[in-house]
C-alpha cells in the first residue's frame, strides 16, 4: 500500500534558524496536505498542494510539491517560538479519498 | 472549513468497559473519518463513517471492537469496546469531501487504567 516517508523526526533549532522538513511518496500522489499540531492540540490544515511543481507560501512558510508529484517540503523562514510543534505531511493517492500520514516532524524552538 | 466538536473531550476508563465517542459538524459532509493517535505518534485510520451503511475499516480494526453509526450527514459516533490499556489514545473525528481538505476535530483523549 501506499507509503509517505517524512524526515527529520525530531529538529531542534535557535529561534530565527530555518526549518525544513520533506515528505516522499512510495506512490505518485493526487494532492498533499499540511498539518501542525500544537502539543497537546489537535492536527490543524496548512495547506493542500495539487499541481506539479505548485509552490505556496503562507507569510514565513513555504510549501513545495513536487515535479513528479511524489515529494513534498515544509520550510519555515526564521522561525518563532510560536512555530513549536509538529508537522505532518498527508498524501492522498489517485483516486482514494483517503489521506496517508507520514510519521511528523517535531520541531522545538529555542528562544 | 467545518466547525466540528467532539464528546468527551477526555475520559479515564476502566479496563473492560466502552466508551462511546460524538463527533457533531455544523454543516453537512460527505466523509467523516475516525482516527486513533498513540501518543507521540502520527495518525492511523480507524475507519470512514458512511452514512446510512456500515463503516469502512481499515487493515487492523474490526466492527466489534471499533462499531461506527452514523445516522446523518453532520453526526457520526465511534465506540471502543472492552477497552484495555492498550487503547489508551487520541481519538479524532475528520471531515471532508472526496479529494478535498479534511478537517479535524479536538479530540478524546482516552486513558484506560
Known amino acids: 500500500g501506499q507509503q509517505v516517508m517524512q524526515i527529520p523526526q525530531y529538529q531542534h533549532v535557535q529561534e530565527g534558524e530555518d526549518f525544513t522538513t520533506y515528505c516522499n511518496s512510495s506512490t505518485t500522489l493526487s494532492n498533499i496536505q499540511w498539518y501542525k499540531q500544537r502539543p497537546g492540540g489537535h492536527p490543524v490544515f496548512l495547506i493542500q498542494?495539487?499541481?506539479?511543481?505548485e509552490v505556496k507560501k503562507q507569510k514565513r512558510l513555504t510549501f513545495q510539491f513536487g515535479e513528479a508529484k511524489k515529494n513534498s517540503s515544509l520550510h519555515i523562514t526564521a522561525t518563532q517560538t510560536t512555530d513549536v510543534g509538529t508537522y505532518f505531511c498527508?498524501?492522498?493517492?489517485?483516486?482514494?479519498?483517503?489521506?496517508?500520514f507520514g510519521k511528523g516532524t517535531l520541531l522545538t524552538v529555542n528562544p | 472549513s467545518a466547525v466540528i466538536s467532539q464528546k468527551p473531550s477526555r475520559d479515564i476508563c476502566q479496563r473492560g468497559t466502552s466508551l462511546t465517542i460524538q463527533c457533531q459538524v455544523d454543516s453537512q459532509v460527505t466523509m467523516m473519518f475516525w482516527y486513533r493517535q498513540q501518543p507521540g505518534q502520527s495518525l492511523t485510520l480507524i475507519a470512514t463513517a458512511n452514512q446510512g451503511s456500515e463503516a469502512t475499516y481499515e487493515s487492523g480494526f474490526v466492527i466489534d471492537k471499533f462499531p461506527i453509526s452514523r445516522p446523518n450527514l453532520t453526526f457520526s459516533t465511534l465506540t471502543v469496546s472492552n477497552m484495555s490499556p492498550e487503547d489508551s489514545s487520541i481519538y479524532l473525528c475528520?471531515?471532508?469531501?472526496?479529494?478535498?481538505?479534511?478537517?479535524f476535530g479536538p479530540g478524546t483523549r482516552l486513558t484506560v487504567l
Open positions: 498527508a498524501g492522498r493517492g489517485g483516486s482514494n479519498y483517503k489521506l496517508t
Open positions: 498542494l495539487v499541481k506539479s511543481g
Open positions: 475528520s471531515v471532508g469531501e472526496l479529494q478535498d481538505t479534511q478537517y
